[in-house]
């Protein structure tokens, strides 16, 4: 642990004592590695894709996912992106299909589908297909999207919420519904919806939000789902993780940590030494080249109504202006990253599940640049010294 | 609310009074248990349809005889009436909640008289273990019913609402759940049109499922966010739909471009 990091505090987990078991799962972004300098704008020019590159680099990272559950991870898992190197996942789904037929065991967390963007009775057959296709292994992820995938999809950004309300709504009717049904919505009309096949999981797959907002939180409390922070500190997770609860309490019911994800990069070597001077190029590389479009375009949108309250506002912009400036050593000291030898890490993590209260472990092994064979070592070091010390925190 | 006529119809036994609007092919309504409201819902049927809003036996000027003492009897009634003002030609037929339920009954039991049926919210299967309606308040009511009480209609005079609960009663004996007609069901001819609005209160709007089960030629559909009342909580896509059911029948399920309503 870094020594200016916060002293361990009495954690919400701490109140808690009959807490489900932590779940590990490898979160993959599927970045594009190759830029050789930070792109200008958002999008991002597709003359840069190369797909010879990027056909090899699928193989990895589904190779990786893989291994994930061959290693003892719980969950693997992706989610949507459009029109950047950020990540190479327009259409996570895919990447569902294809996990479908490469692991036995691990859930798929696909976190998720952007159901505002996409057609609702679409993703609610491509989520039963993968339950289906997989034995019942789906998360579901109701994801609202980053503010700039709005402009992607041309849909208006100050209707997100409510499309996504009214969508969720609709997809839990088709995947529930026994005869034919129609839909008048404000935002979704069908004359008739009947999908096929239904989910295998009943009545459907687990469904996980983002908790980026309060407003987000306040929704996976009220609906009793849970939410995920991506690409936070561990003190903006731990808040909403803390405000989630408040609510939840204050309507009468505990949540379990279960319904709570944050994601954190990592990176384990033999040593302290060792794994800093070869995660900084790969963080580096994540700050300075791919999330610079993403910063441009958040921007952007946030000046406008994607987020309805001026605390959501203000925190996305202090959020988006904080990853300016990253160093590896105050990635570590905020959360954002787990780095070290495996005695380091296993320690990083005990503080981290402490402090911030969250029962998924979303981990990021392949960031930025960093190459296949780096980033196995790394996961197999981590589930032979890590990961057996830090199970039952 | 647009120009109306007044009239009444004397049908076995029964005055039945209605107010008429609109120039068009002509459509029966039969109102549920608040009695006959016309609203907006109804405004815009009439820009394309001739609408009849009825009252049902024993509501505002409607008479209750002692013959009339079943939603059965109400339904004979009623095409009675229809055979009147349709001179003897099919009519489309809306009914809502306790409207939908006589309506439903109208289909199996004079099926030459009905067109198309439209049943907005039908009250035939309500749950046994659900409170009657009488042990609402009229507060509590009102949140069952709208989802948007602001554009709700106003409340009723106690002594009318005493008046329609006896009416309510002696017609359905207090069953909220007409097992005859769930068997019966299936002898509906008529396309049918099932509306539920995703915040009913009073009957879960997964009772759709039984009339769309059942009745041969049927379309079910959710109207999001209106409650019992959808004429009052979405009025506009009341009447997109019902005007584009009536118009097309079964074929209403193609999309057309033109259509775009909020």
Known sequence: MSATAPAPAAGPASAARTQPPLLFSFFHLMAWPFLDRPPASWPVSPRYFDPHRGRQLYREYLDQMVLAEELGFDWVGCNEHHYTSYGLMASPTIIGGALTQRTQRARLAILGSLVPLNNPVRVAEEYAMLDVMSGGRLVAGFIRGLPQEYIAYHVDPEESFERLAEAWDLILRAWTEPEPFGWEGKYYRFRTVSIWPRPLQQPHPPIFISGGSSESVRLGVRRRVGIGVALANAEVARTQ???????????????TRDLFFWDQAVYVAKTDAEARAAFRGPIDYFYRYLLVPTRRANELVVQGGYYRSEEDRQLRLRRVREREAVTLEAEIENGRVLCGSPDTVIEQLRHWVRYVGHGVLNLRFQVGTMPHEQVVASMRLFAAEVLPHVRDL | ??????????????????????????????????????????????????????????????????????????????????????????????????????????????????????????????????????????????????????????????????????????????????????????????????????????????????????????????????????????????????????????????????EAVR
């Open chain 1, 241 to 255: 993780f803390e405000r989630y609860r408040q609510l939840a309490r204050a309507d009468g019911w505990e949540p």
């Open chain 2, 1 to 258: 609310m647009g120009h109306q006529a007044e009239g009444t119809v004397a049908a076995l036994g029964c005055e039945i009074a209605y107010r008429a609007a609109g120039d068009g092919p002509p459509v029966v309504y039969l109102h549920g248990a608040g009695g006959l409201r016309w609203g907006a819902a109804l405004d815009g049927l009439a820009e394309r349809f001739r609408v009849y809003g009825l009252e049902l036996p024993g509501f505002g000027r409607s008479t209750l005889p002692d013959s009339v003492n079943s939603v059965p009897d109400a339904a004979d009634v009623v095409a009675a009436v229809m055979g009147e003002l349709g001179r003897g030609e099919r009519m489309h037929l809306i009914g809502t909640s306790l409207g939908g339920r006589v309506a439903a009954w109208l289909a199996v039991r004079h099926p030459e008289r009905v067109d198309r049926l439209v049943l907005e919210s039908p009250a035939a299967f309500r749950p046994p273990e659900l409170p009657p309606l009488s042990a609402y308040s009229p507060e509590e009511l009102r949140r069952l019913l709208y989802g948007n009480p602001e554009q709700a209609p106003p409340f009723d005079d106690p002594a009318v609402r005493q008046r329609q609960l006896q009416a309510v009663g002696r017609l359905t004996k207090g069953v909220s759940w007409d097992t005859e007609l769930e068997r019966r069901l299936g002898e509906i001819q008529a396309p049918t049109l099932i509306l539920f609005g995703t915040l009913d209160g009073l009957v879960p709007p997964e009772m759709g499922r039984i009339y769309k089960e059942r009745i041969p030629q049927s379309f079910l559909i959710y109207v999001y966010q209106a409650a019992h009342a959808i004429q009052w909580d979405r009025p506009d896509a009341f009447v997109e739909l019902v005007s584009d059911f009536l118009t097309r029948g079964e074929a209403f399920v193609v999309p057309r471009a033109k």
